[in-house]
């Protein structure tokens, strides 16, 4: 659950500080101040008492509307709520009128007056909305008694204690309270701080007074109450209290003061009254009915010069009980119902929120009931044991517990419930009764939470309605307490398209970092006609900040087919915050099916903090022209929580010697999203590296602001330590450190997602370092990778080896992951034979048979080496099972490395397994838009395989004679780049592929197209996809019928390059050349036998033959070769075919 949300002005230093650091045990506090240059005493402050994640410093002065409205406005706008605001910006002016300007004085109001009015009007609208809230103005007992030379001061306090007064009793009807903290003197530097009067033209009159006067002031600061002692009895009396006093005096020594004032200044009797009112805390609970106050507010007994309190009706001992019953009946000032989840018609939990205007309590003699009236709602639940015609419905307390309480002894706890459980409901008269304990009392200015489960919901019904009605009776049938009254609020039940359920998800949940969004959506009703659904998230952010198409799939549906449903991509606007998603025309998502959308990952950034189920996040569904809405905006049932931690903004690595296994100093930039303050640590993984000492020196401007000016180097794990012991201000600034002597990997990607950075902070990510440079030319691969298995026989239990050889070296905790599809075993934990076993945790494999994966993890103090290979052996006692079928050194099999990074690659060597893996129907068919030579054409492609192809699996695609011209602009000659690029890809098993498109290779005549991450093919399923015409692919002058230069390879599933089975013919004339020559000597020239000449051979095809393709030359057998070709140098040999490879590109124009 979020925190409570406070705001603390004047924060900087005392008593402003303690409040902020001490509300930050159970609050997200926003600490404003005029300027941040002032927050390191409370940053170091709330490090000190550990609780620095939950306090956000912010820019505000009070003094002007501006500020608060970019400073404060868009903080409670984040939180989405406000509970807690304590006004104590302020400070002190000493001097009489005649010593100050105006301006000195409307300057002193503007900020002890106005500013505290500015900032309530910014929580206000926060708190009505809530129905909570506390509102705690600190004051003074100059706001008691007048003092000398403080005449302006003691106004603004006078007239803030005015302000508390008047709103106490008009914001508690709606659940807001508002205190006056009167402290006396505090040692701080309030005093020292505050501005003494000009006395150069001073009249004589007022030196004396004045020097003892300011004297009294500086005496009486060094002996008052400390800030920390201040901000507890406001914490103790005001924050957690459920019903704080409108005035608090903070030192008893005053309290006495004032209590022995009062008994001088009035008569017993008044004094008596004064006290009671008041209270010993000086406190005044002065409730009153506004509209009787002039008729029932009377004087004191004695006339006094004494102002006469008001007197409250409700409770005072001088109104008869029935007096106080007819002018003040009891009622409820909060009524509000909410339902979940949301939708007509529904099974649903109902959550009752209750505040009466007076306590409500149940006891022996009178037991306390609230009965509701629920019109149109069925009660779901069991019969009552003791009457048929009653049902019981579970019960569940919903308030919190304070911080620092026994839940056993809170206030409508789980373990201490207000409520006797079950709830009764009664099927004749249709009422839901909940009864109070016995001993226990619905409190008054307090929110009483339940939830009941479960019920129905009515087909529909209007916000508000006010036949829901509330009854307060008791087992006295004389004695009502509450009578029959309308709940207060009650959310609208619309008849409309509904969603039965929304969740989204982020992977990982982390403070400012990149992840991954699951969106789940359930519709009530049917779903069609291209509807756009449409998620808005308003705090999150695109990882580029630009509008456009997003990628996404449906990974974590319960289906995985559901990516049918929906066009390929998503579609992000950067200024709305909302991504739009647009089900496929002629599709329609049933109602009742739940379907998972998810991004891919690396795009979307989250906010610093998001609540959990934050109503910020909402769903809706609209026509597919955006006209019309289908499904209204609608928050999410659930989400994930996104909690406030500290990480970088920005990293980077350079190295002063890029030199593969060199010595080299490691150049560190960062920046984070908060300050590093003393005590801090940053880990920095820096996979494959070594050094010749574990303690590193640094060099650098920055170097003193960490333990010893050295890191530590935990060269087992890869890790270096940077130990904080001086405040980085990261946040403001890009910090530089250099670390010295380390050697550096044999190999490193560019952006090496290996080496990884984090801090101390609880939750922190540990994140990839954003820029990075190249080592080795990244050559990080398994030089060595073979399987071996006795015996390979498919589907049985075989002894399996490994031998495998990295280029880099592998240290503890690091892993090699194999993907081995097919294979079987019920052991989720292999052990290891071989002489390198032990180099591996618990000498045992982990394995997944869901994701078909065997981990070897490096044990602790262990490495796999990149000078001699790894062997391992799986025994056959362990029943590792063989696939059905492995083609020779199969794709299918695929090796990668974690921690120490190799990226996914083919294992090299692997025996042949069972039957060959063969298409059992590849089918290739041109549809030209006319008759005419070289037509464009619309391609169709049909494919069966005797085997399964995994996701993200490439398909090759050779076209041989074909070409591309975009945009019909007829490409004369080669033009290999201007014909090349994406192609998009069509038909019922279009999504099957990567964005729906392929990648055409004009000089390679390839077409190559990747399967998306969340589908596979299965063996024996027919998959059918085209290309259209408006892809601008031309046909060849001539094909044969099963043309052989038409191929088809699935590498990554053991399918070597192969023809297609059935291809269209193209033209009743076949291909051919139709040029073909040959000149002995320079053409016209005479050719003599057995001599030495210049071999010539002119041709033209009449199709395109691209780069790769063989010409063959078959030459009577009396010719010898004694020539120079391109790239080779021939012997004289005696040869009757003259193979002549082209190296170069064709020309595609024919």
């Known amino acids: 659950m979020a925190l409570p949300v406070a705001v603390v002005t004047g924060a900087n230093s005392g008593l402003g500080l303690a409040l902020a650091v001490k509300l930050a045990r159970s609050h997200l506090v926003f600490a404003g101040m005029r300027s941040l240059a002032k927050k390191d005493a409370l940053l170091e402050a709330a490090v000190k008492a550990e609780v620095s994640s939950n306090i956000r410093a912010l820019e505000l002065d009070v003094n002007t509307d501006a500020s608060v409205e970019s400073g404060l406005a868009p903080a409670l706008k984040e939180a989405g709520r406000a509970d807690v605001l304590v006004n104590n910006a302020g400070y002190s002016q000493a001097g009489s009128v005649e010593m100050m300007s105006m301006d000195a004085m409307k300057a002193q109001m503007e900020t002890n007056l106005f500013g505290v009015i500015r900032c309530q009007k910014a929580v206000l609208p926060y708190m009505r909305q809530q129905k909570s809230g506390k509102i705690i103005n600190i004051s003074s007992v100059g706001g008691i008694w007048g003092q000398p030379f403080n005449d302006i001061y003691c106004a603004s306090k006078f007239a803030l204690e005015g302000l508390t007064e008047s709103q106490a009793a008009l914001f508690r009807t709606f659940g807001v309270h508002v205190s006056c903290v009167e402290p006396g003197a505090i040692k701080s530097a309030f005093f020292a701080n505050a501005q003494v009067p000009d006395t150069s033209s001073m009249p004589s009159e007022y030196q004396k007074p004045l020097e003892s006067t300011m004297g009294a002031y500086r005496t009486s600061s060094s002996v008052g109450q400390t800030p920390d002692e201040v901000a507890d009895v406001v914490i103790e009396q005001i924050v957690n209290s459920a019903n704080p006093p409108v005035r608090v005096q903070t030192n008893p020594s005053i309290q006495k003061v004032f209590e022995q004032q009062l008994g001088q200044n009035m008569s017993g009797e008044v004094a008596a009254e004064m006290s009671t009112i008041y209270g010993v805390s000086v406190a005044l609970r002065r409730a009153f009915v506004i509209c009787l106050a002039t008729v029932l507010l009377r004087p004191s007994t004695a006339q006094t010069d004494v102002v006469t309190p008001w007197v409250d009706v409700c409770t005072s001992e001088d109104f008869s009980a029935e007096d106080r019953e007819q002018l003040c009946p009891a009622t409820f000032v909060v009524s509000t119902l909410a339902y979940n989840p949301l939708y007509p018609g529904t099974l649903a939990n109902i959550t009752i929120i209750l505040q009466p205007s007076r306590d409500l309590p149940s006891s022996i003699q009178q037991t306390q009931y609230i009965d509701f009236n629920l019109v149109g709602f069925e009660a779901v639940g069991t019969p009552n044991a003791a009457n048929a015609l009653l049902r019981d419905l579970i019960i569940t307390a919903g308030n919190t517990v304070p911080l620092g309480v026994d839940p056993l002894f809170g206030y409508n706890t789980e373990q201490n419930p207000l409520f006797t459980t079950p709830a009764l409901y009664n099927l004749q008269s249709g009422l839901l009764r909940l009864t109070v304990r016995t001993g226990q009392s619905l409190l008054a200015n307090r929110d009483t939470e339940v939830t009941i489960c479960c019920m129905v919901l009515p087909k529909s019904s209007p916000q508000d309605f006010t036949g829901y009605t509330i009854t307060g009776p008791t087992s006295l049938d004389t004695l009502t307490s509450v009578l029959e009254e309308p709940i207060l609020n009650s959310p609208e039940i619309d008849p409309g398209l509904q969603w039965q359920f929304l969740r989204v998800a982020f992977a990982p949940p982390v403070s400012s970092s990149l992840t991954i969004i699951h969106l789940t959506i359930r519709p009530a009703n049917a779903l069609s006609d291209r509807a756009r659904i449409i998620l808005s998230m308003p705090s999150v952010q695109r990882e580029n900040n630009v509008s456009g198409e997003v990628n996404f799939n449906t990974a974590n549906s319960i289906d995985g087919a559901d990516w049918m449903f929906f066009e390929s991509r998503a579609l992000w606007d950067a200024m709305a915050g909302t991504m739009t998603f647009f089900l496929r025309e002629g599709k329609v998502l049933d109602g009742g099916r739940q379907v998972t959308l998810s991004t891919e990952p690396d795009e979307f950034r989250l906010p610093i903090e998001l609540e959990a189920d934050s109503p910020t996040l909402t769903v809706s569904a609209r026509s597919f022209d955006n006209i019309d809405e289908v499904v209204r905006q609608t928050p999410v049932t659930q989400s994930s929580a996104v909690p406030h931690v500290r990480n970088f903004t920005f990293t980077r690595l350079m190295y002063t010697n890029n030199m593969p296994n060199t010595m080299s100093n490691v150049m560190f930039y960062f920046s984070s999203n908060r300050p590093l303050f003393a005590g801090s640590i940053i880990y920095l993984r820096l996979s494959g590296f070594t050094s010749q000492r574990v303690q590193v020196p640094l060099k650098g401007t920055t170097k003193a602001n960490f333990r010893e000016e050295s890191a530590v180097f935990n060269i087992p794990e890869n890790t270096i330590e940077l130990h904080v ?189 069972g039957d060959d893996k063969y298409v059992i129907e590849s089918i290739v068919e041109f549809e030209p838009e006319d008759m005419s030579v070289n037509a464009f054409t619309r391609i169709s492609f049909s494919l069966v395989l005797n085997t399964d192809v995994l996701p993200n699996s490439t398909m090759y695609i050779k076209l041989g004679g074909l070409v591309r011209d975009p945009g019909r602009t007829n490409l004369i000659g080669v033009q290999g780049a201007a014909r090349s690029g994406t192609v998009k ?77 059935f291809s269209t013919r193209v033209s009743q004339e076949g291909k051919l050349f139709i040029v073909s020559e040959i000149y002995y000597g320079s053409r016209g020239a005479v050719a003599y036998p057995n001599t030495v000449v210049e071999f010539n051979f002119w041709f033209r095809p009449n199709v395109n033959l691209p780069a790769g393709t063989t010409v063959r030359l078959k030459l009577a057998s009396q010719v010898h070769r004694d020539v120079t070709l391109p790239h080779e140098k021939v012997s004289r040999v005696e040869v009757t075919w003259l193979h002549l490879p082209l190296h170069g590109r064709g020309d595609p124009s024919g």
């Open 725 to 913: 012991v001086r405040t980085l201000y990261s946040d403001e600034y890009l910090v530089e450190v250099e670390l010295t002597e380390l050697i550096l990997p044999p190999a490193l990607y560019a952006n090496d997602t290996s080496l990884l950075v984090s801090n101390s902070d609880p939750g922190a990510p540990q994140q990839p370092v954003d820029d990075s440079p190249m080592v080795g030319m990244g050559d990080k691969t398994f030089k060595r990778s073979q399987l071996g298995f006795d015996p390979a026989q498919p589907r049985l239990a075989a002894n399996v080896s490994f031998t495998l050889e990295p280029t880099i070296v592998f240290y503890q905790t690091d892993s090699i992951v194999i993907h081995m599809y097919g294979f079987a075993c019920t052991l989720t934990s292999i052990p290891l034979l071989g002489p390198d076993a032990f180099r591996i945790q618990n000498q045992a494999a982990s394995w997944t048979q869901e994701d078909s994966m065997l981990v070897f993890t490096v044990a602790e103090n262990e490495i796999i080496s990149n000078a001699q290979p790894f062997r391992v052996s799986i025994g056959r006692d362990s029943v590792f099972r063989l696939p059905d079928k492995l083609s020779e050194n199969d794709g299918i099999l695929r090796i990668e490395g974690k921690g120490a990074l190799i990226d996914l690659e083919p294992i090299k060597k692997i025996p042949k397994v």
């Open 985 to 1061: 890809i069509s038909g019922a098993n279009g999504p099957l592929f990567r964005g729906e498109v392929g990648y055409w290779d004009q000089d390679q005549v390839l077409l190559t197209v990747q399967m998306v991450s969340t589908v596979q093919i299965y063996a024996g399923e027919r998959v059918r996809f085209f290309i259209e015409r408006d892809q601008d692919f031309k046909l060849p002058y001539s094909a044969y019928q099963s043309d052989p230069s038409f191929r088809l390879a699935v590498p990554e599933a053991g399918i070597p390059e192969r023809p297609f089975q």
